[in-house]
């Protein structure tokens, strides 16, 4: 009896190998399995570096607040130190001179020394400015003390 021919032996001629055709699809399969793989390692690549490009704009980004953070920071210091310089600038001009005080002073003496002046407007800005050296009486001063002397306002120059 004459065997009948496949399709395979029909096209090509011969007869087809079953263990050929196995193999073919054995090979087809793995190629297809480490297709699926490379594409899966290129999924994780492309992942892992969009990772570590956002670790990175997440470095930056706090490394630049911290860099903002210290020149507010030096800026506010900056802008202290100026205040303050300014306020002793305003109290050096505020005063004209210090003053120690002996066994005959009295504040109309003080007065006429520095200002020309023993009438109570002069007398008076002395103690408003030395109140805290003087205390709550300004009829009594003690030797000793060193009484700072303001500028006179515009009022009585």
């Not at 490379?38 to 969009?50: D, F, G, I, L, T």
């Not at 001009?93 to 006429?112: K, M, P, R």
């Not at 520095?114 to 300004?138: C, Q, S």
């Amino acid at each position: 009896m004459a065997e009948k021919k496949g399709l395979f032996e029909k096209l090509f001629g011969k007869k087809e190998d079953p263990k050929a055709v196995k193999e073919a699809a054995r090979k087809a399969e793995e190629a297809k399995r480490q297709a699926e793989v490379a594409a899966e390692n290129a999924k994780r690549v492309e992942q892992a570096e969009r990772y570590k490009a956002e670790a990175e704009a997440r470095r930056v980004a706090a490394e630049n607040a911290k860099r903002v953070e210290q020149a507010e920071r030096y800026k506010a210091e900056a802008e202290a130190r100026k205040a303050e310089y300014e306020a002793r600038k305003a109290e050096a001009a505020a005063f004209i001179g210090e003053h120690t005080v002996t066994a005959d002073d009295t504040l109309s003496h003080i007065a006429l020394k520095f200002y020309g002046h023993a009438t109570p407007p002069y007398y008076k800005l002395i103690y408003e400015a030395n109140k805290d050296v003087i205390g709550d009486n300004m009829n009594v001063i003690v030797p000793g003390q060193v009484l700072r002397i303001p500028a006179l306002p515009e009022e009585l120059k």
